[in-house]
């Protein structure tokens, strides 16, 4: 009965990689969001997905796509990784002009 | 201009006591201002929020009050608990887009 779900929760790479990281909400929300927290606990948000179409891409590299199959789903997929990646990734979802926005458990992303 | 400042960094109350965290903005075209908390190992959750019409909002022992003219809004924390213990979060948001506050850690001692 999860709202927001993430898969993986940890994720332990090499420099150089690509990876992806999974979310899904099932509360019905047509909106949702990647936020990075760095290592100071700032939360910054990165993208937006409003039905599938992308509405808020924030100056994030463009080693970084994320992909909405669905409004059910959002994913990212990080390509060349480096050092500076590491950090914890949370998936949000909302409804579209209702504020409020419901947060995943986050993936902490290490790259070695 | 779109930042979010937030003060104190870390805070350390006695259980009953008050905890207070403030924030202030530089934007006026911000129309919402959520507080988050945020617990090790999870992700944040709503805890309160306030439209900028309204001075003041309380739910429980928490209490947002804001100040429309000085750019600024706190948290109040009434009684704090040790399960209170979290990194709290304000917020700012412009057309669905939040803008966080650095967070502040709280300790609540028994």
């Known amino acids: 009965d999860t709202a927001v779900s993430q898969t993986p929760k940890y994720l332990v790479t090499q420099m150089g990689n690509d990876k992806s990281i999974k979310c899904e909400q099932n509360l019905g929300h047509d909106t949702m969001y990647w936020y990075k927290q760095d290592s100071k606990k700032f939360l910054k948000i ?13 100056t994030v590299p463009n080693r970084f796509s994320p992909k909405s199959p669905d409004k059910a789903h959002l994913n990212l997929h990080i390509n060349s990784l480096e050092l500076g990646d590491s950090a914890v990734y949370f998936c949000a979802s ?3 002009r209702v504020d409020t926005q419901y947060f995943g458990p986050g993936t902490r992303l290490t790259v070695l | 201009q779109q ?103 709280l300790s609540v001692k028994p």
Not at chain 2, 11 to 39: H, M, R
Not at chain 2, 73 to 96: E, K, N, V
């Open chain 2, 3 to 105: 930042q979010v400042k937030q003060s104190p960094q870390s805070l350390i109350v006695q259980k009953g006591g008050i905890s207070i965290i403030n924030c202030a903005y530089e934007n006026t075209a911000f129309d919402y201002f959520p507080w988050y908390q945020q617990f090790p190992g999870k992700g944040p959750a709503l805890l309160i929020a306030i439209r900028p019409d309204v001075s003041e909002k309380k739910e429980g022992r928490f209490t947002i009050s804001f100040n429309k003219s000085a750019k600024q809004f706190s948290l109040h924390i009434m009684d704090s608990q040790p399960g209170d213990s979290a990194t709290y979060f304000c917020a700012a948001s412009i057309r669905g887009k939040l803008i966080f506050g650095q967070g502040t850690e």
């Open chain 1, 46 to 58: 990165m993208f937006s997905y409003n039905n599938k179409e992308l509405i808020i891409n924030e």
């Open chain 1, 94 to 96: 909302s409804q579209l």
